[in-house]
T-cell receptor, first 117, second 113 residues
């Protein structure tokens, strides 16, 4: 049962254009969402996150949008740069009964982004 | 400030053997989670340690066990290795209950022959 899905295995964009990476989830108990970037031979690097009480969070060139009714989030990278080429993982964290995060992340399968110069 | 460190970097074992992987969390972090990342997949949660106890566990068999030491470092042990255990094993640390961002180490690549 894949609770977090990234349906696009790969994405290719031109340098300077916008990259949009999508993620869908099924568990309504997820209350916090994160994006990680991963280069080969390295661990995932935290990029940006969003709480379920918000619908948008921005950090420099990176913006994450959350649509709770559709159970969908997206990561926008503007403008895209060749150094952004990596695998991007969407992850979700669920709240526990005590209303604190469980610390258990559920990851999607990843999307490989290639930014062409 | 050192981030999350893991050792060894690579490991080759044969079926039936046992393996121990090690992790030191980021400075100031007291909670450690372990993940398994198979080729072409996202990381899968194995278990989490806090205050030297397993706080929660993912859908992994009892062959996977762990330990956390008083200095917050952690070990992952896998017994009776199977070919399917070949994967990248990632350790992540977080500052504690209530914190969401987890910081990952570079991982240990385990190959089971």
């Amino acid at each position: 049962d894949q609770q977090v899905k990234q349906n696009s295995p790969s994405l290719s964009v031109q340098e300077g254009r916008i990259s949009i990476l999508n993620c869908d989830y099924t568990n309504s108990m997820f209350d916090y969402f994160l994006w990680y970037k991963k280069y080969p031979a390295e661990g995932p690097t935290f990029l940006i996150s969003i709480s379920s009480i918000k619908d948008k969070n921005e950090d420099g060139r990176f913006t994450v949008f959350l649509n709770k009714s559709a159970k969908h989030l997206s990561l926008h990278i503007v403008p895209s740069q060749p150094g952004d080429s990596a695998v991007y993982f969407c992850a979700a964290s669920e709240v526990n009964i005590g209303s604190s995060n469980t610390g258990k992340l559920i990851f999607g399968q990843g999307t490989t982004l290639q930014v062409k110069p | 400030d050192a981030g999350v460190t893991q050792s060894p970097t690579h490991l080759i074992k044969t079926r039936g053997q046992q393996v121990t992987l090690r992790c030191s969390p980021k400075s100031g972090h007291d909670t450690v989670s372990w993940y398994q990342q198979a080729l072409g997949q996202g990381p899968q949660f194995i278990f989490q340690y806090y205050e030297e106890e397993e706080r929660q566990r993912g859908n992994f068999p009892d062959r996977f066990s762990g330990h956390q030491f008083p200095n917050y470092s952690s070990e992952l042990n896998v017994n009776a290795l199977l070919l399917g255990d070949s994967a990248l094993y990632l350790c992540a640390s977080l500052a504690g209950v209530g914190y969401n961002e987890q910081f990952f180490g570079p991982g240990t690549r385990l190959t089971v022959l």
